[in-house]
């Protein structure tokens, strides 16, 4: 069957079709597109917004945002903004994703306004940086949390730790690519799970509101350290517990009905989660002091030991749930990045090869996967942070710029949602903001390196796309074929 699909590519020059067909804004509907939509629903698509979103940041990032600017007001405030741009993220995206019908997140829009070398630098940088080293971060808060009850008193060994952290990137990996259904299902589940515990916090804490314990929010601004870099800092610590905002648009071909569910499930999922953070956060200094919350080592955890004890396990347990959760979101949205690079030819083109039986893109994900597992190595995930967040809103920034741009060069395209031009104006200047921000009040040689790598992929562009060196052929075309037959897929158009 491998060898009998190489043949029906028709001299592998498929990839300039599909091109093309992306240039005119005919998707391919492929039986694997016919059978996922039936599966990724409105209540679907909230629940892999909520649930991608609520992971491990919200759990680690209030102590980040609260060191940045030093009082509650501000951080509570500073909470607020960032879901506001989040939302206000996602309706810039919203208008893409149903002006653009492709999955695969940023880099459809990309190809379309600036053409394909920005597109492939935000494959390269998402498949190598950005996505990898965030499924590696969720996956090692959920080691962190699952291992710390064996552990008490110190800290679990680095070894128990990445194991873990592998093993569950293993297992949401085989998941994810076993069925679109069971990893759709999964992430229903977790998400109404991780919404438990949410709500446990949120209750406890308007009871103890109602009890009066409102002591730690008076004069709630008082010595307050506001200032550009400051507060940029603060933003991206809380964007990172916001990170999944555009989460939907990596489907948008596996949506039922996305004109109508992809903005409906950004207008109810974000605002939802806004409302979360910034109640969970009330909680929080409901029974803690900023100095105690800066000195906690686990905001969760410290609040279930005060507020919830002797039923305290139940925050660790929970708080296990909601990361597995977020990095279920995660593999099962990124996997999609992968199969369009690779459909595009600017990925190996095994990588957007679909499982027979199975009707799932099972290289693209397992490739992911493998990527993950190797940033779970070196374990730093302060670095892995610094690297994503810088990285991550460079594209960001763009693909909303993607946006502007796109309203007077291509105004004949269909847009079932439009939205006034001034909000992706503000979201692209917030986006310079945040890049250049950190870089000029506090310069490291991460963002450095990171820049580097994002222009090393020109190099990989030149050789290997746009000149495609015969050697480079030989080598692959054995490797597809035999990757072909061992996994059972075949390109798209041939499902």
């Given at each position: 069957?491998?060898?009998?699909?190489?043949r029906?590519?028709?001299?592998?020059d498929?990839?300039?079709?599909d091109?093309?067909s992306l240039?005119?804004?005919?998707?391919q509907?492929?039986?694997?597109?016919?059978?996922?939509k039936?599966?990724v629903?409105?209540?679907?698509?909230?629940?892999?917004?909520?649930?991608?979103i609520?992971?491990?940041?919200?759990?680690?990032?209030?102590?980040?945002?609260l060191?940045?600017?030093?009082?509650v007001g501000?951080?509570?405030?500073?909470?607020?903004?960032?879901?506001?741009?989040?939302?206000?993220?996602a309706l810039c995206?919203a208008?893409?994703g149903t002006?653009?019908?492709k999955?695969?997140?940023?880099?459809?829009?990309?190809?379309?306004?600036?053409?394909?070398?920005?597109?492939?630098l935000?494959?390269?940088?998402s498949?190598?940086?950005?996505k990898?080293?965030?499924?590696?971060?969720?996956?090692?808060?959920f080691?962190?949390?699952a291992s710390?009850?064996?552990?008490?008193?110190?800290d679990?060994?680095?070894?128990?730790?990445?194991?873990?952290a592998?093993?569950?990137?293993?297992?949401?990996?085989?998941?994810?690519?076993?069925?679109?259904?069971?990893g759709?299902?999964?992430?229903?589940?977790?998400?109404?799970?991780?919404?438990?515990i949410?709500a446990i916090i949120?209750?406890?804490?308007?009871?103890?509101l109602?009890?009066?314990?409102?002591e730690?929010?008076?004069?709630?601004?008082?010595?307050?350290?506001i200032?550009?870099?400051s507060?940029?800092l603060?933003f991206?610590?809380?964007?990172w517990?916001?990170?999944?905002?555009?989460?939907?648009?990596?489907?948008?071909e596996?949506?039922k009905?996305p004109?109508?569910?992809?903005?409906?499930s950004?207008?109810?999922?974000?605002?939802?989660?806004?409302v979360?953070?910034?109640l969970?956060?009330?909680?929080?200094?409901?029974?803690?002091?900023?100095?105690e919350?800066l000195?906690?080592?686990?905001?969760?955890?410290?609040?279930?030991?005060?507020?919830?004890?002797?039923?305290?396990?139940?925050?660790?347990?929970?708080?296990?749930f909601?990361?597995i959760g977020?990095?279920?979101?995660?593999?099962?949205?990124a996997?999609?990045?992968?199969?369009?690079?690779g459909?595009?030819?600017?990925?190996?083109?095994v990588?957007?090869?679909?499982?027979?039986k199975?009707?799932?893109?099972?290289?693209?994900?397992?490739?992911?996967?493998?990527?993950?597992?190797i940033?779970i190595?070196?374990?730093?995930?302060?670095?892995?942070?610094?690297y994503?967040?810088?990285?991550?809103?460079i594209?960001?920034?763009?693909?909303?710029f993607?946006l502007?741009?796109?309203?007077f060069?291509?105004?004949?395209?269909?847009?079932?949602?439009k939205?006034?031009?001034?909000?992706?104006?503000?979201?692209?200047?917030?986006?310079?903001?945040?890049?250049?921000?950190p870089?000029?009040?506090a310069p490291?040689?991460?963002?450095?390196y990171?820049?580097?790598?994002?222009?090393?992929?020109?190099?990989?562009?030149?050789?290997?796309?746009h000149?495609?060196?015969s050697?480079a052929?030989?080598?692959?075309?054995?490797?597809?074929?035999?990757?072909?037959?061992?996994?059972e897929?075949?390109?798209?158009?041939?499902?």
């Open positions: 069957m491998g060898e009998e699909g190489l029906k590519r028709r001299g592998g498929k990839g300039t079709q091109r093309q240039q005119s804004h005919e998707p509907t492929t039986n694997l597109q016919k059978q996922a039936r599966f629903g409105l209540l679907s698509g909230i629940c892999m917004i909520v649930g991608t609520i992971g491990s940041g919200i759990f680690v990032s209030p102590k980040s945002v060191a940045n600017v030093e009082a501000p951080c509570l405030t500073i909470w607020a903004a960032c879901g506001v741009l989040a939302t206000l993220g995206f208008e893409l002006m653009i019908t999955s695969g997140g940023e880099y459809p829009y990309l190809m379309e306004a600036f053409g394909p070398i920005p597109a492939f935000f494959s390269w940088t498949l190598l940086v950005t990898p080293s965030s499924f590696a971060i969720i996956c090692l808060s080691a962190e949390y710390a009850p064996f552990y008490p008193g110190c679990p060994p680095q070894a128990v730790t990445k194991c873990l592998a093993a569950a990137i293993v297992v949401i990996t085989v998941v994810n690519s076993l069925s679109v259904k069971l759709s299902y999964l992430q229903n589940f977790l998400t109404a799970a991780k919404m438990i949410v949120i209750v406890s804490g308007i009871v103890l109602a009890q009066g314990k409102t730690n929010f008076k004069d709630s601004f008082k010595d307050s350290k200032s550009l870099s507060i940029s603060a991206y610590n809380g964007l517990a916001y990170d999944g905002w555009n989460q939907l648009n990596y489907i948008t596996e949506l009905n004109y109508r569910n992809l903005p409906l950004i207008i109810i999922g974000i605002p939802l989660v806004t979360c953070y910034v969970i956060n009330i909680s929080y200094f409901t029974v803690m002091t900023s100095t919350l000195q906690s080592q686990a905001v969760a955890v410290t609040f279930g030991d005060r507020v919830l004890y002797p039923a305290s396990w139940i925050v660790p347990l929970f708080v296990v909601s990361t977020s990095a279920n979101g995660t593999c099962f949205t996997g999609r990045l992968v199969y369009v690079a459909r595009e030819g600017h990925m190996l083109k990588l957007s090869y679909i499982s027979v199975r009707l799932t893109p099972a290289p693209a994900i397992i490739f992911y996967g493998a990527i993950a597992i940033y190595i070196p374990g730093d995930i302060e670095s892995l942070i610094n994503f967040s810088f990285a991550v809103w594209f960001y920034g763009l693909t909303v993607a502007i741009v796109m309203r060069t291509r105004k004949e395209l269909d847009r079932p949602i939205i006034p031009i001034l909000i992706p104006v503000i979201v692209t200047l917030v986006s310079i903001v945040l890049v250049l921000a870089i000029i009040s490291e040689l991460a963002y450095l990171c820049t580097l790598f994002i222009l090393s992929g020109l190099i990989v562009y030149i050789l290997f796309v000149f495609k060196f050697w052929q030989k080598i692959s075309r054995p490797m597809t074929m035999h990757l072909q037959m061992l996994l897929v075949v390109p798209a158009e041939e499902v």
